[in-house]
């Protein structure tokens, strides 16, 4: 069965510093998107992507965030100058159509 | 802005027992889903539902689009269905991107 993933499952990293996290979507998919889940947290959608643009982003989303597929089968959330709060649980997902399929998540400590 | 809320929050059965969770929603929707979290994080779709009602196995969801509520039904539970249970909606448009409920932690002793 095709399968979303994402690596790395688990990072930490220091307070100020660039994570990029990274997801394989399904080949065929033409929608991707982010997600994230704070420890004891409703998951809540970051951004949209398709046709190579954001289509849709949430109040969270702000400049310390980016997305790119860079390569046509990469799909990555750059996140800058990480904060304490960044720390969550990010998940990927892609799809042609609802609810779509969900990576593992790549879990983010920020210390 | 739909508000998804679930209930209970915490659900603790015996074995054998027929569990119920479940889910309203504020605004109208394209669909339903009812997603499942283990422990590890990694999320899977049980069902997605517009109208009616599905069946997979000993789950069964149901919808009332009118009342704007949903129901996940488990009958004879198992120590495997131990996990959480996340009811979240699409509202539609060609962006399939969920709004999510905080999920129903569900223990089912042996």
């Not at chain 2, 802005?1 to 027992?17: F, I, M, R, Y």
Request: proline share 5%; hydrophobic share 35%.
């Amino acid at each position: 069965e095709p399968e979303v993933t994402q690596t790395p499952s688990h990072q930490v990293t220091q307070m100020g510093q660039e994570v990029i996290l990274r997801c394989v979507p399904i080949s065929n998919h033409l929608y991707f998107y982010w997600y994230r889940q704070i420890l004891g947290q409703k998951v809540e959608f970051l951004v949209s992507f398709y046709n190579n643009e954001i289509s849709e982003k949430s109040e969270i989303f702000d400049d310390q965030f980016s997305v790119e597929r860079p390569d046509g089968s990469n799909f990555t959330l750059k996140i800058r100058s990480t904060k304490l709060e960044d720390s969550a649980m990010y998940f990927c997902a892609s799809s042609d159509r609802p609810p779509g399929f969900f990576g593992q998540g790549t879990r983010l400590t920020v210390v | 802005k739909n508000e998804v809320e679930q209930s209970p929050q915490n659900l603790t059965a015996q074995e054998g027992e027929f569990i119920t969770i479940n889910c309203s929603y504020s605004v109208g929707i394209s669909a339903l889903h009812w997603l499942q979290q283990h422990p590890g994080g990694g999320i899977v779709s049980l069902f997605m539902l517009s109208s009616g009602k599905k069946k997979h196995g000993r789950l069964i969801a149901t919808i009332n689009i009118q009342e704007k509520h949903s129901s996940l039904h488990i009958t004879a539970s198992h120590p495997r269905d131990s996990a959480v249970y996340i009811c979240a909606v699409s509202g539609g448009g060609s962006n399939y991107k969920l709004t999510f409920g905080k999920g129903t932690l569900l223990t089912v002793n042996p």
